[in-house]
């Protein structure tokens, strides 16, 4: 296991490499002088000058790509041109944030999507699977951002149950008024990937309901909720865990628009104003942390494969 | 069969919550944030986008000066929704004969939020850390506006305490206008000195308004100072979030948790004032929406073809259906709200055949072809593609046929201003937001031939002799009046010779909730709260 483990912290390197050269790229290559963007059009040609050497930009881009890259293994991932502060503690300060909406998406999503997904499975081609599944198909249809702004006028701005927008650091104002401000992206945000795993866990509940072990347990007179639920489900569950896990890291990069639509003051609108203003060292920075939190959240699920399903084994 | 209608109908109820529940707004307006913090009148703004630095020195975007501006004073100051000066930390001020040497008299007894005092050291103190590379504070910042504002200073002596002089290179007229903007704000050296690089984040001045934090992507906060010198602000605090989304920045309006958001979309703006129930205010920006022709090119180099195609253009149609009324109509290229306008002289009117008529005389009956170039988006550009297809359309009925091509606006920009030698545009749009509120930081930049790319602006190619010379006499003319007449004759010659399509001013728009008073736009885009009050 610890080998297996190893090895694969070893194949992150190039990975992760990929990225940062692929994001660079983009940044680079994107239409437009960075250095005119952050002066404006009304700058002088030597303050763009200036500007241009003082970001580097003047050197070759292979240059400048060795560069950043040497930087950022030191632990100076640079600063960031528009908010002229540091970019490692300004992502870290703004992941906080990211991080709750992400859980809690994660949450409704595997909470709902399963327990969706196996009553629609127990109660097969009935009403409710048809009902369930026609739900799960209108939430996975739906583009986030538009079933945010449907949320915001029903619940925040007509019934006023919920805020609207915003989000106060946790222990400004208390767990309470965190939560109300979270309810309402962390749905938005979850419905897609609910609606995945809800299929997943029907169509592999399907498969598992129909082994001989299943009738055997019933036939023991065992209650159908234990059989469901324990007997079924726990064998039902290895492809449901894949795709939570690739779910994971879809959401972490989903939140850049529900961030957006409710204002939430994590890296995603940190990216966007980041990618307006071609704030490139910022831009490359939250690419790379999230690109390493998605390579390493899948190297976690891979591992948890292992203590759930005894058949698997890395050595 | 039965199956299926139920499930129909309960998928249109759950959505009728959403769209159906009623017309009238939830919350009425009086339920807002401003009185909620145990009695304290408390104001809170919604912007577009998060600030980027509230050091006055470095700011660039309106985001950022309106959220920072309330911390700071100038020596001079604009007037009240005028472009016009009136004295701030300065009492008075003198300027010499030759226009070389500005003389001001600071007003004493002021002290910085940090107890420090105000006084001449601090002039010179906040204009030389921007342009002197060698001042030991230069490097906690980079200056975007130090080069526009401060670049005819040659240097800044301390004369005593609070006497100070400003040396220029040579003769600038609009020079005053400049120590009112942004960038000619005083700080605090002594938290300069402390805070280095996080002074944008620490930031100190004389203004009505201190900081108190900043929660990064949440809000700025400030709160009055007591201490001001022109007397204490009405409202306790002034909170400013920034939400992105133009839609969630309407709707959060609407429930009374917002007290004055800007920018809503044309659409929505047509509702708000329908509904009566917030406050709309609006101006004209300092800001001009034109199209340039490529004067110094066939056909466009013929003065008849420019009128043409001016007659032929609706532009109060342009201005009332795709812009629904969010810029006002121009009569020239300098704003309104720009002393030195003309408003005298007049656009072109809607006459497709007069437009036919000088197109024959100019040898075209039967039109041409020509290019139009047009950015997807950019700054003060408005629509620019709905405006161009209208203004494809109106050629059309006169024969001129044009080709609509897209391209960004960084590219844009680069493609446009470059010298004509290197140009083979024959129309193309444009828009200038002003900087100093000074009728130069239009004309001169934007028509003089001294001005063609890559030298400053005038993207049109323009060159009148008698306008680059009222032009450059205007720059160097201290006489204000002088000044105005030099203005208000070289506008008359430019909308006679019509190297642009004048099309509006984007106009500055406020919706804020009914009990805000007091508050006034300025041209400038700074919101000002000194004066205002909470009912």
């Known amino acids: 296991m610890a080998g297996y483990i190893l090895r694969r912290l070893v194949a992150l390197i190039p990975v992760l490499l990929g990225v940062t050269i692929l994001v660079f790229s983009i940044m680079h290559l994107s239409p437009g002088d960075p250095a005119k963007i952050i002066l404006g059009p009304k700058a002088t040609e030597e303050s763009l000058q200036q500007l241009r050497t003082e970001l580097g930009l003047n050197l070759p881009v292979h240059e400048q790509y060795l560069r950043w890259i040497g930087n950022v293994f030191k632990g100076d991932w640079g600063r960031s041109i528009q908010l002229k502060m540091e970019v490692l503690p300004l992502i870290l300060d703004r992941f906080g944030a990211t991080l709750i909406l992400t859980a809690a998406s994660i949450f409704l999503a595997a909470f709902f999507g399963i327990l969706f997904g196996v009553i629609a499975a127990a109660r097969k081609y009935t009403f409710v699977d048809r009902f369930l599944m026609l739900i799960i198909l209108i939430g996975f249809c739906m583009p986030v951002f538009w079933l945010g702004i449907l949320l915001q006028i029903g619940f925040g701005l007509k019934l006023d149950w919920l805020p609207i927008s915003g989000m106060y650091p946790p222990g400004e104002r208390g767990a309470g008024e965190l939560l109300k401000h979270l309810i309402l992206p962390a749905i938005s945000l979850s419905m897609g990937s609910g609606a995945i795993i809800a299929r997943m866990t029907r169509s592999s509940m399907l498969e598992v309901l129909d082994h001989d072990y299943i009738r055997t347990a019933y036939a023991k007179g065992i209650r159908e909720r234990k059989v469901v639920f324990k007997h079924a489900l726990k064998n039902a569950f290895i492809p449901v865990i894949t795709v939570l896990g690739m779910q994971i890291g879809f959401l972490l990069a989903g939140a850049v628009l529900v961030e957006i639509v409710f204002s939430w003051p994590g890296i995603g609108t940190l990216m966007i104003n980041g990618i307006l203003a071609r704030d490139f060292p910022l831009v490359q920075g939250i690419i790379l942390f999230v690109a390493t939190t998605y390579v390493v959240i899948n190297l976690l699920v891979d591992i948890i494969y292992a203590f759930l399903d005894p058949r698997i084994s890395y050595e | 069969m039965k199956k299926w209608l139920l499930l129909l109908l309960s998928v249109v109820m759950i959505f009728t919550v959403f769209t159906g529940c009623s017309s009238e707004p939830a919350a009425d307006s009086n339920n807002s944030q401003n009185e909620q913090e145990g009695g304290k009148k408390v104001i809170v703004v919604g912007l577009q986008a998060e600030p980027t630095s509230l050091d006055a020195h470095q700011i660039s975007d309106y985001n950022s000066s309106r959220a920072a501006m309330e911390i700071y004073d100038q020596l001079v100051q604009f007037k009240d929704e005028s472009t016009e000066l009136e004295p701030d930390l300065a009492e008075k001020w003198d300027v010499s004969d030759d226009g070389m040497e500005y003389t001001f008299y600071l007003k004493k007894d002021i002290k910085f939020h940090d107890g420090t005092p105000f006084n001449a050291e601090a002039v010179k103190f906040s204009i030389e ?32 305490d609070y006497t100070v002089k400003i040396y220029l290179k040579e003769p600038f007229a609009p020079f005053l206008s400049n120590m009112a903007m942004h960038a000619a704000s005083i700080v605090s050296p002594e938290a300069v000195k402390k805070y280095g690089k996080d002074f944008s984040r620490n930031p100190v001045g004389t203004g009505p308004y201190k900081y108190v934090r900043w929660d990064p992507g949440v809000e700025v906060v400030l709160e009055k100072n007591p201490d001001y010198f022109k007397g204490e602000p009405k409202v306790d605090q002034l ?15 609407e429930a009374g948790n917002l007290d004055l958001i800007v920018n809503v979309t044309p659409d929505d703006l047509v509702r708000l004032k329908e509904d009566g129930n917030f406050q709309v205010i609006e101006q004209a920006g300092m800001h001009v929406w034109w199209t340039a022709f490529n004067t110094q090119k066939e056909p466009f180099n013929n003065k008849k073809v420019r009128q043409a195609i001016n007659y032929a253009v609706n532009k109060e149609a342009i201005v009332n259906e795709i812009l629904k009324g969010t810029g006002e109509l121009a009569n020239s290229p300098l704003p309104p709200t720009v002393w030195g306008h003309n408003p005298n002289v007049k656009n072109y009117e809607y006459n497709p055949e007069k437009a036919r008529q000088l197109l024959e005389e100019a040898g075209y009956p039967n039109g041409f072809e020509a290019t139009y170039w047009i950015p997807e988006s950019g700054s003060g550009m408005q629509q620019p593609a709905t405006m161009a297809a209208a203004i494809q359309a109106d050629l059309a009925k006169v024969g001129i046929e044009l080709n609509i091509q897209t391209l960004e606006w960084g590219s844009y920009l680069d493609k446009v201003f470059v010298p004509p ?89 406020v919706i804020a909730q009914k009990n805000i008073k007091n508050f006034k736009l300025h041209p400038t885009g700074v919101f000002r709260f000194s004066n205002v009050d909470v009912e």
């Open chain 2, 421 to 509: 030698s290197e140009n083979d545009m024959d129309m193309h749009q444009m828009s200038w937001i002003g900087d100093n509120g000074d009728p130069d930081n239009f004309l001169y930049i934007l028509l003089s031939s001294e001005q063609w790319p890559t030298a400053g602006f005038n993207d049109a190619y323009y060159k009148n002799e008698r306008v680059d010379e009222l032009l450059s006499q205007a720059r160097v003319t201290s006489d204000k009046e002088k000044r105005t007449q030099m203005y208000e004759e070289a506008q008359e010659i430019i909308m006679e010779d019509a190297p642009w399509i004048v099309l509006d001013h984007e106009k500055q728009i």
């Open chain 2, 239 to 253: 909170i400013f979030k920034p939400i992105t989304d133009d839609q969630t920045r309407l709707a959060e309006l």
């Open chain 2, 129 to 160: 850390r921007q342009i002197d590379p060698d001042h030991p504070y230069h490097d906690t910042g980079q200056f975007a506006y130090a080069e526009f504002t401060f670049g005819p200073v040659d240097r800044v002596e301390v004369v005593d």
